[in-house]
């Protein structure tokens, strides 16, 4: 019986220690995946404590040739877009499977000092940048580039074909590499910000 297997049994004996170990093993990986989904601290807690009661309740009838954690992201995820439509009844989830669309303006980031690229400035523009991205979008770049998990695993956890997983990841990868395309073209252009650059080399 490997880990995993010795896990599941003893959630399903009730075991409190299996479930202190199920817990610690997953809560943070739940609670960012939840907070990157509903975007604020109280529903990411609200998300976190409802997949471990969820999962408790679902233990009997996990099918033991998927993955536990898996399984566990599913329900995660199932649970912050049930959060989510409570808070927005009227907002439907888009439909972001179609076409492609070309980005507007992209920039040459080979070109920028690495200090810009790493700046508090630049991570907290690409932090609002993921967080305005439809729902459909963002769950598939936190899923597989954030979270790292794989492309089969995040189609699993989402709920759509490997497929459209990926288109969605390509969408959400144009779009957050344009939104920040704009902030750095914005910096590159600016005659006090090339000057600085060019003094400093």
């Known amino acids: 019986m490997n880990d995993e297997s010795a896990l599941i049994a003893g959630l399903r004996q009730r075991d409190p220690q299996a479930f202190a170990t199920f817990f610690e093993q997953y809560a943070d990986r739940i609670y960012r995946l939840a907070y990157g989904i509903v975007g604020n601290e109280a529903d990411a807690e609200e998300a976190l404590q409802s997949t471990f009661i969820s999962a408790l309740e679902a233990i009997d009838r996990f099918e033991q040739h998927a993955r536990l954690g898996t ?64 729902i459909t979008l963002r769950a598939a770049f ?51 910000s090339r000057g600085d650059h060019d003094h400093d080399v």
Not at 121 to 130: C, P, V
Not at 143 to 166: H, M, N, Y
């Open 71 to 134: 399984w566990l992201y599913r329900i995660a995820y199932n649970h912050a877009l049930m959060i989510l439509r409570r808070r927005r009844p009227e907002e439907s989830l888009p439909d972001e499977d179609g076409p492609l669309p070309m980005p507007s303006a992209l920039t040459d980031w080979s070109t920028l000092p690495e200090d810009r690229l790493l700046s508090s400035e630049a991570q907290e523009i690409l932090r609002n940048a993921i967080a305005e991205l439809p």
């Open 142 to 192: 936190i899923c597989r580039d954030i979270e790292g998990f794989s492309t089969a695993e995040c189609a699993q956890i989402i709920g759509v074909s490997e497929g459209a997983l990926k288109v969605r990841l390509h969408r959400a990868r144009l779009a957050l590499r344009e939104r920040v395309s704009e902030y750095f073209g914005e910096w590159v252009a600016s005659p006090s």
